[in-house]
């Protein structure tokens, strides 16, 4: 009898039986690789850049007053005080949101009381004086009524001028009398060397050929002194005239 080996289709069969594991094993790990990418992109993951980060350009130079939004405003261009003809009121300057009374009075001492600041006698000090440290922003106008026949304008939109010359024999507290021209109440900053700012209301004097006055109290330490004026992004002080600071 002549034996028969296995029928052709049996080794056929046995050879696709061993090769149909690794063919699932492969496309096992492309699904799980194609799964895992679609993880990263879902949580964004990838190649996709980083955002950088942003630099935050310098504060102001003086303090922004809460919740002002003229603090955000973008600063205007023109000079904030009046034309030669003094005819127009500047409508870049919003109305002053200060609390201050209008007579403007210092503050009463406290209980235990406070030393005044001793030198000179009253020291008055022009605010286009050239030992003053003024911005080219800042301008000298001429004007008849104030003392020495001008005044500084431009003063505010985040640059301050800078009072220079005051002495004190010994800390303490002094009077300072600021001398202004303004059509339009206003508000200002003010400090002494590098104390706190304080806001001082300003209200109108009657026109830009107008001297007007308001009085505050300030802390003078030993030797030189400065006393800055400033305002925030957009907002304006009056035109300044002088100072004049004298012991308690």
């Not at 069969?13 to 090769?19: D, L, S």
């Not at 005819?87 to 209980?111: E, I, M, R, Y």
């Not at 400090?191 to 006055?213: E, Y």
Request: with cysteine.
């Amino acid at each position: 009898m002549i034996e028969l080996g296995p029928p052709a289709y049996t080794g056929r069969r046995r050879a696709g039986i061993g090769g149909q594991p690794r063919f699932v094993f492969a496309a096992v790990l492309v699904l799980l690789a194609l799964v895992a990418l679609l993880l990263r992109v879902m949580a964004g993951g990838g190649d996709r850049p980083e955002a950088q980060a942003t630099i935050e350009p310098p504060g102001p130079v003086v303090p922004v007053e809460p919740g002002s939004a003229a603090a955000q405003t973008t600063a205007a261009a023109a000079s904030p005080s009046a034309k030669a003809s003094h005819s127009a009121s500047p409508s870049s300057s919003p109305k002053p949101s200060s609390t201050p009374s209008a007579s403007l009075q210092p503050p009463a001492p406290s209980a235990s009381g406070s030393p005044s600041a001793a030198g000179t006698a009253a020291t008055t000090v022009e605010a286009e004086a050239a030992a003053n440290r003024r911005p080219s922003q800042m301008t000298v106008r001429e004007v008849s009524s104030a003392s020495g026949g001008r005044a500084v304008t431009g003063v505010g939109n985040n640059r301050v001028l800078t009072f220079t010359g005051v002495t004190a024999e010994r800390p303490g507290e002094a009077t300072v009398t600021v001398a202004y021209l303004s059509t339009e109440d206003r508000s200002c900053w003010l400090r002494t060397g590098r104390g706190n700012w304080q806001q001082v209301r300003f209200p109108a004097s009657g026109g830009w050929d107008r001297v007007a006055t308001v009085t505050l109290t300030v802390r003078l330490e030993t030797g030189q002194n400065t006393i800055e004026a400033g305002n925030t992004t957009g907002r304006w002080c009056p035109d300044l005239d002088r100072i004049t600071v004298a012991p308690r």
